[in-house]
Nanobody, 118 residues
Framework: VQLQASGGGLVQAGGSLRLSCAASGNIFNIKDMGWYRQAPGKQRELVVLISQGGSTNYADSVKGRFTISRDNSKNTVSLQMVSLKPEDSAVYYC?????????????WGQGTLVTVSS
């Protein structure tokens, strides 16, 4: 099983970016999918999670600016980010809890860099 993330880049404050992540491999089922981020010198933190049924849990710092969506038929999750701030700069990692090979496991994408200039 692999998670492939894409969509990071450099944007000015106030701008927008869209991140995407696709899960592939021997996947039987996926529970929560989500995005985490890690800024230099800081711990990885939760940005947002979305359940299989579509329930969401956003970090307070991104509420109203970020929107997560998922396509269960394609095993993909996306993150639309608007009104970006310099403090949103980080490496963003997609994450998914996946049932594969008779077990549930936590999988991570390779990370995609988001840089917001002031």
């Amino acid at each position: 099983v692999q998670l492939q993330a894409s969509g990071g880049g450099l944007v000015q404050a106030g701008g927008s970016l869209r991140l995407s992540c696709a899960a592939s491999g021997n996947i039987f089922n996926i529970k929560d999918m989500g995005w985490y981020r890690q800024a230099p010198g800081k711990q990885r933190e939760l940005v947002v999670l979305i359940s299989q049924g579509g329930s969401t849990n956003y970090a307070d710092s991104v509420k109203g600016r970020f929107t997560i969506s998922r396509d269960n038929s394609k095993n993909t999750v996306s993150l639309q980010m608007v009104s970006l701030k310099p403090e949103d700069s980080a490496v963003y990692y997609c994450n998914a809890e996946i049932y594969s090979d008779y077990a549930w496991s936590d999988y991570w994408g390779q990370g995609t860099l988001v840089t917001v200039s002031s």
